[in-house]
């Protein structure tokens, strides 16, 4: 495009326009090239990132129990036993015909078979222990624990009872000392094959024997 000019010497010439950049060729390219390059920022920044725990693929692991029968151990007369999360000893075993303080006594059918032993809480939490926890085991048969028994057996001549071994909740880290008694035949105190059975816990099916000769 040409426009006329007129000179100092009062001449008038034609002289070619010069176009804006904005308007020139080179200038529109690199507009267009810039336009695209940001479009396709856009759309890359837009796409989810495997890398992002909000969008990525979650990953779900499998592992494999293996659950092993429970299989009573043993362990001899006077020595701890742990089962789970108890641990007892036997310190000492007697017999009587009666148990009780020196005012109030309770008499057997059969013989009393008397256990003292202290019993360890080595859990986290309270465990509750309860006189069901213990059976004798002879010649293929099962003596509970006599509950009655046991209370008179524990309790001071004040009428005080320490421990009942009667539903009693035991701390973690704590030890209950006391007797439990047993009303069984006189033929199982002359056994050399009788156990103490004991268990995890009340109405806990985790079982151990403990050897009694």
């Known amino acids: 495009m040409k426009r006329k000019v ?23 390219i690199l507009a267009i090239f810039i336009v695209l390059g940001g479009i396709g920022n856009a ?21 494999k129990v293996t659950v092993k029968e429970n299989t009573p151990e ?6 701890v036993a742990s089962i789970g999360k108890m641990s007892y000893k036997v310190y000492n075993q007697s017999y009587s ?17 008397v256990l003292s032993i202290a019993a360890r809480n080595n859990s986290t939490e309270a465990v509750t222990v309860d006189t069901s926890g213990f059976k004798i085991i002879n010649n293929g048969k099962t003596y509970s624990a006599d509950a009655e028994a046991t ?10 009872i320490k421990h009942s071994f009667f539903l009693e909740s035991l701390n973690p880290d704590q030890v209950m ?11 199982v105190l ?17 079982k151990g024997t403990m050897e009694l000769n």
């Open 6 to 28: 007129t000179g100092e010497n009062g001449k008038t010439y034609l002289v070619k326009e010069k176009k804006p950049f904005y308007k020139r060729g080179w200038f529109i």
């Open 43 to 63: 759309l890359s920044d837009s796409t989810p990132s495997a890398e992002n725990p909000s969008t990525a693929k979650s990953s779900t692991q499998t592992h």
């Open 74 to 79: 043993t362990t001899a007369l006077g020595d």
């Open 97 to 113: 015909k009666k148990v009780g303080n020196a005012y109030l006594k309770t008499e057997a059918t059969g013989i009393y078979y």
């Open 151 to 160: 209370m008179q057996a524990n309790q001071a001549n004040d009428g005080s």
């Open 177 to 187: 000392h006391g007797y439990i008694v047993f009303d069984v035949p006189f033929s």
């Open 190 to 206: 002359k056994s050399s094959s009788r156990q103490l059975e004991v268990s995890n816990g009340f109405l806990d099916y985790k």
